[in-house]
């Protein structure tokens, strides 16, 4: 496994329009699509990230399907790249190697395959597919608070004997504590480091994306997630914007203009936002119960057809630790509150 | 006066095969006679234990004894059973089969179970798919559905290197089986790993697209209907909820959903009880036998 060259410093993989994909209900549309990848593409970045937010195939009643077809905004998002490339991601368990080679075809040259932070052996099959194709790969070991430095080492090991070229700490439910991402980003520098590159997805639960994005880079890691306006699941990931600013200001050359990123988030981005992520009670207690982000929209949902908080659903389901993936054990967590509370 | 039994055999003893074996010795129709590996292992030892002939001669040794098998349930692996079929075909023996090689027709012991009795192989479908198919088919058989989603959410401790390493396999297969058993227009599943402790108990969720105006009362009824027909083979197959409807909506093209919240709790005779997802393809694998024999036995009378 040859590690990929880096073009500077520290290269920022923009998530706007596939972690974002959460926060618009998928429901992004191919303007929006075009006019955010010319933006993006025009400020440096390198890769941009696109599909449903549950990764391609995603399009379902369990995650909401998508308002334009994933494969359409797939090939919108190529055709107005200039140097940018288009990322993809992919869930075993959900979407297939049928639907990597439909996005293969429609222009995606990064495949981003996402196991639960213990369950790395069901990427093999995905990986070996996307090398075949010649795409660049990316493992998303999520939840990554979920399991101990040594243990996520160990899965991050299983990806890249797999062929990933770059496992990510990939933290779904913006829980990680400075200390306890640092740890994870050492742990899996020092299992792969060598033959890798290490990355980190942060989320804005906890207020700790863009910390825990500097605490990367001084600990080794060199591909870092953002969204513009912080665009994404639960609060929102590191937003875009901000890591450039950052960065430029610690003298870290990511390669793209924090200007031109953020005119992206105020002039492109936050005109189509239906929401702003933010850090209200219910993404705060995500961050705080480690509850996977993506849940946020379907909590309160559930929470306003039975009638119970949502920020009580999202508490138990951490309570009973479900994954990524599990979003209709979220419907069941407000049909149980709701009898509990008719009990009472 | 004792009833007669039609003799049968396992082929493959890891704790699938085990499992199957505390369940087949239960059966009043079927003698399970051998266990066949290919090495020497425990679930051979349990099987002597359980005062069945036992062999790591494989399919070879199988097919020399006397009376043969009339049916072999296989619980190796695809390649095995792509391997071991024509033979035992050959050998006048059916087969009921556990692994992914889906050669013959797929069945689901509560939905179709009856339509495949003379066939000389059938497949188990998936996990997942026994699971859920049997709610899509109470679903459809009241009402069009143009659209089921089914998702399974299992132990990961339940999840063995075969399942693991092609998980495609299940998405595609329970996907297909969704829609041609299940009997909705489209299918699509969905399958989840949780590494929890303690583990957690198989749980699956079926998503049914329907008609605003569909009979709801009619659908409600048809799924309780259905689960106490797969609680006659898995006891621990409930409901966590009464069906719940929700209103149409534009994002799905103006129809209605109901959705079916099941938990699968095995019923431990070898495998520990959170992996129902286990438990209920080997019963449903007795089950299907059961059937065959049962028909078999009546040809005979």
Same mark, same amino acid.
């Given at each position: 496994?040859?590690?990929?060259?880096?073009?500077?410093?520290?290269?920022?993989?923009?998530?706007?329009?596939?972690?974002?994909?959460?926060?618009?209900?998928?429901?992004?549309?191919?303007?929006?699509?075009?006019?955010?990848?010319?933006?993006?593409?025009?400020?440096?970045?390198?890769?941009?990230?696109?599909?449903?937010?549950?990764?391609?195939?995603?399009?379902?009643?369990?995650?909401?399907?998508?308002?334009?077809?994933?494969?359409?905004?797939?090939?919108?998002?190529?055709?107005?790249?200039?140097?940018?490339?288009?990322?993809?991601?992919?869930?075993?368990?959900? +979407?297939?190697?049928?639907?990597?080679?439909?996005?293969?075809?429609?222009?995606?040259?990064?495949?981003?395959?996402?196991?639960?932070?213990?369950?790395?052996?069901?990427?093999?099959?995905?990986?070996?597919?996307?090398?075949?194709?010649?795409?660049?790969?990316?493992?998303?070991?999520?939840?990554?608070?979920?399991?101990?430095?040594?243990?996520?080492?160990?899965?991050?090991?299983?990806?890249?004997?797999?062929?990933?070229?770059?496992?990510?700490?990939?933290?779904?439910?913006?829980?990680?504590?400075?200390?306890?991402?640092?740890?994870?980003?050492?742990?899996?520098?020092?299992?792969?480091?060598?033959?890798?590159?290490?990355?980190?997805? +942060?989320?804005?639960?906890?207020?700790?994306?863009?910390?825990?994005?500097?605490?990367?880079?001084?600990?080794?890691?060199?591909?870092?997630?953002?969204?513009?306006?912080?665009?994404?699941?639960?609060?929102?990931?590191?937003?875009?914007?901000?890591?450039?600013?950052?960065?430029?200001?610690? +003298?870290?050359?990511?390669?793209?203009?924090?200007?031109?990123?953020?005119?992206?988030?105020?002039?492109?981005?936050?005109?189509?936002?239906?929401?702003?992520?933010?850090?209200?009670?219910?993404?705060?207690?995500?961050?705080?119960?480690?509850?996977?982000?993506?849940?946020?929209?379907?909590?309160?949902?559930?929470?306003?057809?039975?009638?119970?908080?949502?920020?009580?659903?999202?508490?138990?389901?951490?309570?009973?630790?479900?994954?990524?993936?599990?979003?209709?054990?979220?419907?069941?967590?407000?049909?149980?509150?709701?009898?509990?509370?008719?009990?009472? | 006066?004792?009833?007669?039994?039609?003799?049968?055999? &396992?082929?493959?003893?890891?704790?699938?095969?085990?499992?199957?074996?505390?369940?087949?010795?239960?059966?009043?129709?079927?003698?399970?006679?051998?266990?066949?590996?290919?090495?020497?292992?425990?679930?051979?030892?349990?099987?002597?234990?359980?005062?069945?002939?036992?062999?790591?001669?494989?399919?070879?040794?199988?097919?020399?004894?006397?009376?043969?098998?009339?049916?072999?349930?296989?619980?190796?692996?695809?390649?095995?059973?792509?391997?071991?079929?024509?033979?035992?075909?050959?050998?006048?023996?059916?087969?009921?089969?556990?692994?992914?090689?889906?050669?013959?027709?797929?069945?689901?012991?509560?939905?179709?179970?009856?339509?495949?009795?003379?066939?000389?192989?059938?497949?188990?479908?998936?996990?997942?798919?026994?699971?859920?198919?049997?709610?899509?088919?109470?679903?459809?058989?009241?009402?069009?559905?143009?659209?089921?989603? &089914?998702?399974?959410?299992?132990?990961?401790?339940?999840?063995?290197?075969?399942?693991?390493?092609?998980?495609?396999?299940?998405?595609?297969?329970?996907?297909?089986?969704?829609?041609?058993?299940?009997?909705?227009?489209?299918?699509?599943?969905?399958?989840?790993?949780?590494?929890?402790?303690?583990?957690?108990?198989?749980?699956?969720?079926?998503?049914?697209?329907?008609?605003?105006?569909?009979?709801?009362?009619?659908?409600?009824?048809?799924?309780?209907?259905?689960?106490?027909?797969?609680?006659?083979?898995?006891?621990?197959?409930?409901?966590?909820?009464?069906?719940?409807?929700?209103?149409?909506?534009?994002?799905?093209?103006?129809?209605?959903?109901?959705?079916?919240?099941?938990?699968?709790?095995?019923?431990?005779?070898?495998?520990?009880?959170?992996?129902?997802?286990?438990?209920?393809?080997?019963?449903?694998?007795?089950?299907?036998?059961?059937?065959?024999?049962?028909?078999?036995?009546?040809?005979?009378?």
């Amino acid at each position: 496994m040859t590690k990929p060259a880096l073009r500077n410093d520290v290269r920022i993989i923009d998530t706007t329009l596939r972690d974002g994909s959460h926060a618009m209900a998928h429901r992004f549309t191919e303007t929006q699509v075009r006019d955010t990848v010319r933006a993006l593409d025009a400020a440096g970045i390198e890769w941009i990230e696109v599909s449903h937010g549950d990764g391609v195939g995603g399009s379902s009643f369990n995650y909401g399907f998508s308002g334009t077809d994933e494969m359409t905004l797939i090939a919108a998002a190529r055709e107005e790249a200039r140097t940018a490339k288009i990322a993809v991601l992919l869930v075993p368990g959900i +979407g297939t190697v049928d639907d990597l080679k439909r996005a293969h075809d429609a222009g995606a040259e990064m495949v981003r395959v996402a196991t639960h932070c213990t369950e790395a052996d069901v990427s093999p099959q995905h990986f070996a597919a996307a090398r075949e194709l010649g795409m660049e790969t990316v493992g998303f070991l999520m939840m990554a608070h979920r399991t101990d430095p040594a243990d996520l080492a160990k899965q991050a090991r299983i990806m890249v004997d797999a062929g990933c070229e770059c496992p990510y700490v990939t933290d779904s439910a913006g829980a990680l504590l400075m200390h306890e991402a640092k740890a994870r980003f050492e742990a899996l520098l020092d299992e792969v480091g060598d033959e890798a590159l290490v990355g980190y997805h +942060g989320h804005q639960n906890l207020s700790m994306g863009v910390a825990n994005s500097v605490i990367a880079y001084e600990t080794g890691v060199r591909s870092i997630d953002g969204s513009l306006c912080a665009l994404g699941a639960g609060s929102g990931n590191s937003p875009t914007e901000v890591l450039a600013a950052v960065f430029d200001r610690l +003298g870290i050359d990511a390669g793209v203009d924090a200007g031109l990123l953020l005119d992206a988030a105020e002039d492109v981005v936050r005109p189509y936002l239906q929401r702003w992520p933010k850090m209200d009670r219910n993404a705060v207690v995500q961050g705080w119960a480690g509850v996977y982000s993506s849940f946020l929209l379907h909590a309160e949902r559930a929470g306003e057809r039975y009638k119970v908080p949502a920020h009580d659903i999202l508490r138990r389901c951490g309570e009973l630790g479900y994954v990524g993936g599990q979003e209709d054990m979220i419907i069941d967590v407000a049909i149980t509150l709701a009898a509990e509370r008719d009990e009472a | 006066m004792d009833t007669p039994k039609v003799p049968v055999a &396992i082929v493959g003893p890891g704790h699938i095969g085990t499992d199957l074996l505390v369940k087949l010795q239960r059966s009043d129709v079927l003698d399970l006679r051998y266990v066949a590996g290919i090495v020497e292992s425990e679930g051979l030892a349990r099987a002597r234990e359980a005062g069945v002939e036992a062999s790591a001669g494989g399919v070879d040794w199988l097919l020399a004894q006397d009376p043969l098998p009339r049916i072999v349930f296989e619980a190796t692996s695809a390649k095995a059973h792509a391997a071991n079929a024509p033979r035992y075909e050959a050998a006048g023996i059916r087969a009921v089969d556990l692994t992914p090689a889906h050669l013959g027709p797929m069945v689901c012991p509560a939905v179709n179970g009856e339509d495949h009795l003379d066939a000389v192989n059938v497949s188990m479908i998936t996990c997942g798919g026994q699971a859920t198919i049997p709610m899509v088919a109470a679903v459809s058989r009241v009402t069009p559905v143009p659209y089921a989603e &089914i998702v399974a959410s299992i132990s990961s401790r339940s999840a063995g290197p075969g399942t693991r390493a092609n998980i495609d396999e299940f998405t595609h297969t329970t996907g297909g089986a969704v829609a041609e058993v299940g009997g909705a227009d489209r299918g699509k599943a969905i399958i989840v790993l949780n590494p929890v402790e303690p583990p957690m108990i198989m749980r699956d969720t079926v998503y049914a697209m329907i008609g605003a105006d569909a009979d709801r009362a009619a659908i409600t009824a048809s799924v309780h209907d259905m689960v106490l027909k797969v609680q006659e083979y898995v006891p621990g197959y409930t409901l966590r909820a009464e069906p719940q409807f929700d209103e149409p909506t534009d994002e799905w093209g103006g129809h209605a959903r109901v959705a079916v919240f099941l938990e699968v709790k095995g019923n431990g005779d070898h495998l520990p009880p959170y992996a129902g997802n286990l438990d209920i393809m080997t019963a449903a694998a007795a089950r299907t036998g059961e059937l065959m024999a049962r028909a078999e036995l009546g040809a005979l009378a």
